[in-house]
């Protein structure tokens, strides 16, 4: 026969951890990330760009006004496939995606959406100097963990819940 003290205790204890678990799911899950436009402003110069490191969400549509200070340079960001060049002090960016055999078109900045996690290089791909080799940067883009987050805490919610109701019939038996 089950102990009716240890039973109802149990049930307080695990109604308290299933409210708490739901709590902390809603809270996450409903608060799912929603891509975000985000703007930098990179400034590039003999040899390097300013800044060096961009760091955004998957799925964010990020948006790179490119500015020259001193002689053309150009903006190559592998994984996604663009290419850009800028003249010294001049608002135009030049843009083409090299595997569609694009030709440069004119654009006010370089835009894409931050579709794959990841780490990924941008380098200058007009020849601006000696040290033009050495002239990149990094662009990370950070996985979205909430949905992962949401479904792993459900899991363990209801193994821990079952794990209680296990452990009380068990104390039950005789």
Not at 55 to 79: A, C, M, P, Q, W
Request: aromatic residues 12%.
């Amino acid at each position: 026969m089950i102990n009716r003290k240890n039973f109802t205790r149990s049930m307080v204890i695990g109604a308290m951890i299933m409210i708490g678990g739901l709590v902390g799911f809603s809270s996450v899950y409903f608060q799912h990330y929603t891509p975000q436009d985000r703007s930098f402003k990179i400034i590039a110069r003999k040899y390097g760009y300013q800044p060096s490191v961009i760091e955004v969400n998957r799925g964010d549509r990020v948006r790179i006004e490119l500015v020259s200070k001193d002689v053309t340079h150009g903006f190559y960001l592998e994984g996604y496939d663009l290419d850009a060049k800028v003249r010294r002090e001049d608002p135009t960016i030049w843009v083409r995606r090299p595997s569609e055999g694009e030709q440069f078109h004119e654009a006010k900045e370089i835009s894409f959406v931050a579709g794959r996690a990841g780490k990924f290089r941008f380098r200058c791909s007009q020849t601006c100097g000696y040290m033009h080799p050495f002239m990149n940067g990094v662009l990370i883009v950070r996985p979205n963990y909430l949905y992962s987050a949401a479904l792993g805490m459900s899991l363990g919610l209801v193994l821990v819940m079952l794990w209680i109701f296990r452990r009380e019939a068990r104390e039950g038996q005789p």
